[in-house]
């Protein structure tokens, strides 16, 4: 989304965690632009805790290597730790590398701006966590990745000011170069690579309320682009079930790709 060369990507996900740049001193004076960081560095260390905990508490870390399945959870989870350190435990090399060039904040919602909810619907962003992300978006370009709906995510977040990219990247409007948070909303830059399969994606929504309908606590949210199936309040005994279900879906649709997220 954009063409300069020296940019520094903060990517903000759930437990917080970055890929560090590789080598950096430690930054030992401080710019304008550098205070400006510290302070909105302590002001997400406030408010973003509650996220961490129940992030921690909802979303255990995924095991994707199945020879890490016998290691002891703390060891997986220190292992995971050092190959996503925290991007507030990085912040000092995060300045360093930022000097002379442009930083971009890419930020995820839910566990991240929001908490994990049983009903996604539900999904609400705090007060205090939308003033953060509004001071931010004054100093910083600033974008919101997810697989919901954009306009979904639009409804919680309420900031014009921003990048929203929905349906994992396939539907992102951002502001104009006049946008205010309290303008009229008019949007600057529209991206739809996909467009062609929106009366498919709906074929599929439809086809997947009918087939879970019989499992009780399973959701089927329509993303635009994409479809989600929601499992958190399904007993696990019918997670089986509502995989089949998917599954018998999905063969009559080979363009259309399966993937997994948190009991999604």
Not at 41 to 47: G, N, S
Not at 88 to 93: A, G, I
Not at 239 to 259: F, G, M
Request: charge should be positive; charged fraction near 25%; hydrophobic fraction near 35%.
């Amino acid at each position: 989304m954009t063409n300069q060369q020296n940019v520094v990507v903060v990517d903000v996900k759930p437990h917080g965690g970055v890929k560090p740049p590789l080598s950096l001193p430690v930054a030992k004076s401080f710019s304008p632009q550098d205070l400006k960081l510290l302070l909105m560095k302590k002001r997400f260390e406030t408010e973003n805790a509650w996220v961490l905990d129940s992030m921690r508490a909802s979303s255990p870390t995924r095991i994707s290597n199945p020879t890490t399945t016998s290691l002891p959870e703390t060891d997986v989870k220190s292992s995971w730790i050092v190959h996503h350190p925290s991007a507030l435990n990085m912040f000092e090399q995060i300045v360093t590398a930022s000097k002379g060039k442009q930083i971009a904040m890419f930020l995820d919602y839910d566990g991240t701006l929001s908490p994990i909810v049983e009903d996604p619907d539900r999904a609400f962003m705090p007060r205090e966590m939308r003033a953060a992300v509004r001071d931010v978006a004054r100093y910083f370009p600033t974008a919101i990745l997810t697989g919901r709906c954009r306009d979904k995510v639009y409804s919680f977040v309420k900031l014009s000011g921003l990048y929203y990219a929905g349906s994992h990247g396939m539907d992102i409007k951002g502001p104009s170069k006049s946008s205010k948070d309290n303008n009229n909303g008019k949007q600057g830059v529209l991206f739809q690579p996909a467009s062609e399969f929106l009366p498919m994606i709906d074929e599929v929504y439809k086809a997947l309320v009918e087939k879970t309908k019989s499992i009780s606590g399973a959701k089927v949210e329509n993303n635009k682009f994409c479809v989600s199936v929601h499992y958190r309040c399904v007993d696990e005994k019918s997670w089986a079930t509502i995989a089949e279900q998917v599954r018998s879906v999905l063969n009559h649709y080979p363009k259309l790709k399966l993937t997994q997220g948190r009991k999604v």
